[in-house]
């Protein structure tokens, strides 16, 4: 059985493609511990909560600097396999925390942390 790899990330707003380096999805299932008195002093059970992804990504910086990134809401971020499978898209997403990250050998780069 032959892998497949994951090709580029894009991350489109506003009808603009912005190149990403570095991407993480994190998914929070929503669970949560619940916490019971019992003889043996042990939580028993979880709650079922709504599911969240958590994104992070570093992206390229453009030289025009007309994309506000922490005014982005509604942008999708779609990762394209590099041989013909299914692509995996995050629609909806908007920015909680955007910083700032630069290299010696390399452009300048923004890290942004979307929700979905």
């Known amino acids: ?22 991407f ?32 992070s990504i570093t992206a390229v910086v453009p030289v025009d600097k007309t994309l506000h990134w922490e005014k982005i809401s509604g942008a999708k971020l779609t990762q394209y396999p590099l041989t013909g499978g299914k692509r995996i898209t995050y629609q909806d997403v908007f920015v909680t925390e955007v910083g700032e990250q630069y290299t010696v050998d390399n452009e300048a780069r923004i890290t942004i942390s979307p929700l979905h």
């Open 24 to 55: 993480s999805p994190r998914e929070n299932t929503g669970k949560q511990l619940v916490k019971t008195m019992n003889a043996t002093g042990r939580a028993k059970g979880y709650t079922q909560g709504i599911a969240t992804w958590e994104l």
């Open 1 to 22: 059985m032959a892998l497949e790899y994951t090709g580029a990330v894009v991350l489109e707003v506003n009808s603009t493609e912005v190149e990403v380096t570095e």
